[in-house]
């Protein structure tokens, strides 16, 4: 990119601008003087307040003169020295383009002035406003140390930050990180002008962390030193024309610019184009990388006609033909590292031979425009969103509903389980009639499927000590052992000699410096549980400027992760599963997942790492990333709650608490479990964000299991009714009733363990309960039927027992004696 389609870019209001020191030069404040910087300032300030002091320190000197004058005096001579009068034709000119978004350090007010005065109106923000309220919006202006206009006695000690140099604080950083990172990653050119890097280095890593950066950063300066010019060339290109040489320029470009001359680009969506991919050699190697590792080689995945790369799985063919017709939305379900990933990647490229492929890769204020731009495509259209419960909670969700078309199909995916709690919310969010929604379940392989898996696993030797097995004994393991399910065939590969000694070089990696420990760990546990963090999330909350030589042309650490632009990744969940659950690594991965609460905690105004924060927090999920079976399981679970307890985000939240609550029960502790369920309950009361549903459901789990634990029976009849009452009378639909139901497979323990206490009037209610049981298992399987989903497992067996239950007692009551 040169200057002049930068240009093009500022003028299509996608680009961004810094504001330096060097931006105000020429100006004029109240005293008709140039604003002062760094030593000149203080310099005044000495000869003002009649000061007897030779250091230049700014804040020295500050402190010194509001004890010498007060801070009234103190914030007059600023005002003075900051409050614009007058500004030049260059900073009016650059002031009034239409800026995303404008960041400077400068304290004074001319872009605000400049623009007013041309009837354009700029919000200002300073470090200290809250950020959740800003940032999507256009047109402002962020003053990163402090704002001339809004200098009072509250902010001059808190917000106002006077310094030799012009520079963003560590502080302020912290704090803005995020939003400066999406806004760089986003806009289309960034702009400097009068910004020196030379002192800044919190700017030098938030572009130093994605390398594409540097192409599109331009640092407008004049006469800049040696050291600046060097550290300017490092990180962008430089043009040292001055504000007012680039002021010209801009001038000459308007004289040609069209609106939106420059096409379109997706900013949350990627397209998938075939015609990228060229035939390539096919290796055994990639056969291999692809079945442990999840890595695909797009090459040979589009153009591979035999299906010699990967085994395609039968219900394709029937997809596509679903989505060429009627049906709207495909849902594909499947647990952990049962190969939903790569059934997705080969639909896309199925799918391509009849429309165009776009796919959700991130959710913020540019996803309007990009459906905005796919909506104008005049071909079928295909729009993927993988885990889609990550993006259900967001604010800019509902526009999918606003470009619903005949031409636009959508292939949502996510984890089995999560699609159970997330389905209902998903189909009411899009408003896709039952009938128009498919959901695929692909967790188990069919008898073709099995059959060419067991062909792959021959053909490369993995069987170990089945090698030997007839064709019809291997095809038994994998169905009876292995449950036809790709995540546990894998993990019985992995003990082969072949793959083992591939996993122990892993393990030795995670056993050498603790930078790559740390990032091998967070990358599993990105992959494990999909946060959906790119590479620059991660090295923010690991603190880490940049990936190192040393990790990236790591023989080892290459085979096992994809490096691409802003992106490493494993995309085979399970091998991180394996090794974490198979290894002890479990106090350092718990020291892990703190540090990624305490820096996420920090930027929980952005709706992506909220998200990210409710889904580490989740029991379910902490259960699957430490190894429940290890001895240590209790105090690993008890020490992430604890250590991050008191974070801004979970302190008064009530998911925080109930997933507390919840691993307490896990453990049996039984006491704190209750006092967590309070708490949840407690904030619950003006907490809108968590359904009544989930505290209702674990409220009588709490009841049924901790009165089954100390055989209480004297409360038992009290606690079964209260726990039946919340179960019953929840208040999900018919269709996600599940949630609720599953607290019912405590009613046959009870059944055995209690019922014979009860007396008659209670043995009645209890069959009437389990009665009402039956009767929403049924709503909930008619539900079901109607949107075509398979009745959850864990209900099945809930209604077998149920059906248990109420058959044994009517029996009972039959086989009593009749009193005459």
């Known amino acids: 990119m040169d200057i002049n389609e930068a240009i093009f870019h500022i003028l299509n209001g996608d680009a961004i601008l810094f504001a330096g020191a060097g931006f105000s030069h020429g100006a004029k404040n109240i005293n008709n003087e140039e604003f002062l910087l760094g030593n000149g300032l203080s310099k005044k300030m000495i000869d003002d307040a009649d000061l007897d002091e030779d250091d230049l320190d700014l804040e020295y000197i500050s402190e010194l003169y509001i004890e010498e004058k007060g801070i009234d005096m103190f914030i007059s001579f600023l005002k003075k020295e900051y409050i614009c009068q007058t500004y030049t034709d260059s900073q009016k000119i650059i002031s009034n383009l239409p800026w995303k978004r404008i960041y400077t350090t400068n304290y004074d007010n001319i872009i605000e002035k400049a623009s007013l005065d041309s009837g354009k109106y700029r919000p200002t923000i300073t470090a200290n406003d809250k950020i959740r309220y800003y940032n999507n919006k256009n047109d402002v202006v962020i003053h990163l140390n402090g704002y001339i206009e809004k200098l009072n006695e509250d902010t001059v000690f808190n917000e106002f930050k006077l310094t ?37 280095r919190s700017i030098q890593e938030l572009i130093a962390a994605t390398e594409k950066l540097k192409e599109k950063c331009f640092f407008i300066t004049f006469n800049p030193s040696r050291k600046s010019l060097r550290l300017m060339r490092k990180y962008g290109q430089v043009l040292e024309i001055g504000t007012e040489g680039f002021a010209e320029k801009i001038q000459e470009i308007k004289k040609c610019y069209k609106e939106k001359t420059i096409k379109p680009k997706l900013m949350c969506f990627k397209k998938f184009n075939p015609k990228e991919y060229k035939s390539s050699e096919f290796l055994d190697k990639d056969t291999m990388d692809l079945l442990f590792y999840g890595k695909i080689n797009y090459n040979h995945l589009v153009n591979n006609s035999k299906n010699e790369y990967i085994i395609k799985r039968d219900i394709t063919d029937r997809i596509v033909k679903e989505l060429l017709a009627d049906v709207e939305l495909e849902i594909i379900t499947s647990d952990l590292g049962n190969g939903k990933t790569i059934f997705l990647e080969y639909l896309k490229k199925e799918l391509s031979n009849y429309g165009d492929i776009y796919t959700l890769t991130e959710i913020n204020s540019y996803f309007i425009d990009d459906l905005d731009i796919i909506s104008k495509n005049t071909n079928r259209k295909f729009i993927f969103v993988e885990n889609y419960n990550l993006y259900l909670n967001s604010k800019y969700f509902k526009y999918f509903n606003l470009h619903k078309s005949q031409s636009m199909k959508f292939i949502f995916s996510a984890r089995s389980y999560i699609n159970d709690n997330f389905y209902v919310k998903l189909a009411d969010k899009l408003q896709i009639h039952e009938n128009n929604i498919s959901i695929n379940n692909i967790n188990k392989l069919s008898d073709n499927e099995i059959e060419k898996m067991i062909n792959l696993i021959n053909e490369y030797n993995l069987w170990g000590k089945k090698a030997n097995d007839t064709f019809k004994k291997k095809k038994k393991f994998i169905v009876e052992e292995c449950n036809s399910q790709i995540r546990d065939i894998l993990l019985y590969l992995f003990e082969s000699e072949v793959i083992s000694k591939k996993v122990d070089k892993i393990i030795d990696n995670l056993k050498t410096k603790k930078e790559i420990k740390e990032l091998i760990i967070i990358v599993f546990v990105n992959s494990i549980i999909n946060l959906n963090l790119t590479l620059e999330n991660i090295l923010l909350i690991l603190g880490i400027p940049r990936l190192s030589a040393s990790i990236t042309k790591h023989n080892n650490i290459n085979e096992l992760f994809s490096f691409g632009s802003n992106e490493i990744s494993i995309k085979s969940s399970i091998v991180g599963y394996y090794i974490l659950q198979n290894n002890k690594f479990d106090l350092e991965v718990v020291d892990i997942l703190v540090k990624m609460m305490i820096n996420i905690n920090k930027q929980t105004y952005i709706y992506k790492y909220r998200e990210i924060m409710k889904i580490i927090l989740a029991f379910s999920n902490l259960r699957i990333i430490l190894n429940s ?35 307490r029960m896990d453990i049996k502790n039984y006491k704190e479990a209750k006092l967590y369920l309070d708490s949840a309950y407690a904030y619950a009361s003006s907490e809108k964000s968590l359904d009544a549903y989930q505290l209702d459901s674990h409220k009588a789990r709490f009841l049924l299991e901790s009165t089954l634990f100390y055989n209480n029976r004297d409360d038992a009849y009290k606690n079964f009714m209260d726990a039946h009452t919340l179960i019953y009378y929840n208040s999900n639909k018919p269709a996600n009733l599940h949630y609720p139901l599953k607290q019912a497979i405590f009613y046959h323990e009870f059944y055995v363990k209690f019922y014979e206490y009860f007396d008659q009037t209670q043995k009645a209610m209890f069959l009437f309960c389990c009665k009402q049981i039956k009767d929403k298992i049924n709503e909930y399987s008619s539900a079901l039927r109607k949107e075509g989903r398979d009745k959850n497992i864990d209900i099945q067996k809930i209604d077998r027992k149920i059906d248990y239950v109420i058959s044994d007692i009517i029996k009972e009551i039959k086989e009593e004696p009749v009193l005459v």
């Open 164 to 200: 030799n140099e012009s520079y963003m604080s560590k502080e302020i950083v912290n704090q803005w990180s995020f939003l400066l990172e999406e806004d760089l990653n986003n806009s289309k050119c960034i702009i400097f002008v009068g910004y020196s890097l030379e002192y800044d």
């Open 629 to 663: 079976k290890a001895e240590n399981f209790a105090e690993n679970i008890i020490s992430f709650y604890e250590r991050t307890k008191n974070l801004e985000f979970n302190k008064n939240n009530p998911f925080f608490w109930l997933q507390y609550a919840i691993a």
